[in-house]
Each structure stands twice: as structure tokens, then as C-alpha cells.
């Protein structure tokens, strides 16, 4: 069974997701972060170097890094589902949307959500809670 190891409010949120869409049964450790630095845990911390999310462990295997998770869990555990191979005509829009949410629309989409100051006030408030409710 997959083991992902979830923080709240970063993109394992994606790998919940797809393990859901595929239908693969898994356990889900999830981490709080600090109220007041926003940091992963130590417990966190010690599965990666950067404490990042998500983390998953299948097997012996460990991964971290979404994309790489997805990649992963699609091929190895997809049956066929969810990718187009390289002689599919749109085999270059699937990469291309597949890499975008990473490469470019969460970016902005930080530097946006980042000049809100209501997302600064929740933050600083170490209410991560109240962040998704931001307009």
C-alpha cells in the first residue's frame, strides 16, 4: 500500500487526489506545520532535507517532488490511465499542461496570492485555515 506523507497547504494535495482518481488504496500521515514559522515539522524534515511535501513511500521506494509522484503512481500503478504515449498526436499538449501547474501557473499564482493582504494578515496569524476563504 502507498504511503504518502501529506503537509497541509503545499501540493500533496494533488497526490491524494490522484491516488483517489486511480482508485489505489493508500495510508495518509499527515503533518501540521508551525504555527508561527509555517516550517514542516522535524518528523517531516527527517523523511526529506528540504521538509518538503509530498512524500510517498511504495515498496522500499521513496519520492518526493509532485510532479516525479505523479509521473510515478500513473505509470506504475495507472494501468494505462491518465498518460499519452510519445506517438499520440497530443502527446506534446499532455506534457506541456502536465508540466505547466508547476513551471508556470503556480508561480504566479504565489506572487498573486502573495500581494493579498488578507493572506498576509492570515499568515501572520498562523491561521492557514483562513487562507483558502481569502477573496
Known amino acids: 500500500m502507498i504511503k504518502i506523507h ?41 523523511l526529506h532535507p528540504l521538509g518538503a511535501a509530498p512524500v510517498i513511500e511504495d515498496g522500499e521506494l521513496q519520492l518526493a517532488e509532485s510532479a516525479a509522484i505523479v509521473e510515478y503512481l500513473i505509470v506504475k500503478h495507472g494501468g494505462g490511465r491518465f498518460k499519452l504515449g510519445p506517438d499520440h498526436p497530443d502527446y506534446a499538449a499532455f506534457l506541456y499542461w502536465f508540466h505547466f501547474a508547476n513551471g508556470n501557473l503556480q508561480s504566479a ?27
Not at 482508485?23 to 495518509?28: I, S, T
Not at 499564482?109 to 481569502?134: H, N, S
Open 6 to 46: 501529506h503537509l497541509g497547504h503545499s501540493q500533496s494535495e494533488r497526490i491524494v487526489w490522484l491516488c483517489e482518481e486511480l482508485g489505489l488504496p493508500y495510508e495518509l500521515r499527515h503533518y501540521v506545520r508551525d504555527p508561527v514559522t509555517r516550517l514542516s515539522p522535524p518528523d517531516l524534515l527527517a
Open 109 to 135: 499564482l504565489m506572487r498573486l496570492i502573495g500581494e493579498r493582504p488578507g493572506y498576509r494578515r492570515a499568515m501572520a496569524k498562523g491561521d492557514p485555515d483562513l487562507v483558502p476563504l481569502l477573496s
